[in-house]
């Protein structure tokens, strides 16, 4: 069952009609699968400083212990950092305890809130030269404290560019869900921000902007 959904999704990445004016510039420089398109697009509004940045969104049969990931693509390391080129893999199947469905069939806010942290991710990458980027996926695989870092680093991006209230939903769909695996539901709650910590983050950073 799992190939076939992910050959069906395969079939439908690229909308065959012309994209509005706002669209094509979203799009720009962009590989968005058909059936994600409305919830990347809508998380790229966020982030004005990724326009000409090189993102392939991308599914994949099965990532192991994720729903999403970003990465750079390492060929496109070794030149201009204009040229870069990054990925985020997406589980194409949303695995619960006894069953499984299609990721794009997700609540719309939770898929915004998702795609919107990995594109912190690949903000936190832009800032980093190649052997800053080198170090921080030799950190992601040897210390939890390095990815409990990243992971708030990535939140705070999206929090940063008002992306908290679909952080939280994500957050909460992942957590309250009756269905998710407990295995997966402890290991967000270990290495990523809870809830009530992005609230606190909103809120302070809605004091700041309020200040005269």
Known sequence: MYPVVTLLLMFQVFDQQSPSQSSTALCKNKQIPKVMEKSV???LSFYPELEDVHIRFVFKQNIR??????QPVPFSLLGKRKNRV???QISSLFKLTHSALPIHQLPDSVLIGWIG???GHIMDYEQRSLIGIIRFGLGYVLSKK???HAEKTADTFAVNHQL???IIETKRFIL???DIPQAYKDRIARLYLSPDDIVEQVRELE???SLP
């Open 65 to 70: 212990r994720s729903v999403m990931q970003a």
């Open 41 to 43: 697009l809508k998380a």
């Open 146 to 148: 390095f990815i409990q």
């Open 117 to 119: 942290h990995e594109l």
């Open 86 to 88: 990054y990925e985020i």
């Open 164 to 166: 908290g209230d679909y």
């Open 176 to 178: 309250d869900h009756a």
């Open 207 to 209: 004091e700041t902007r």
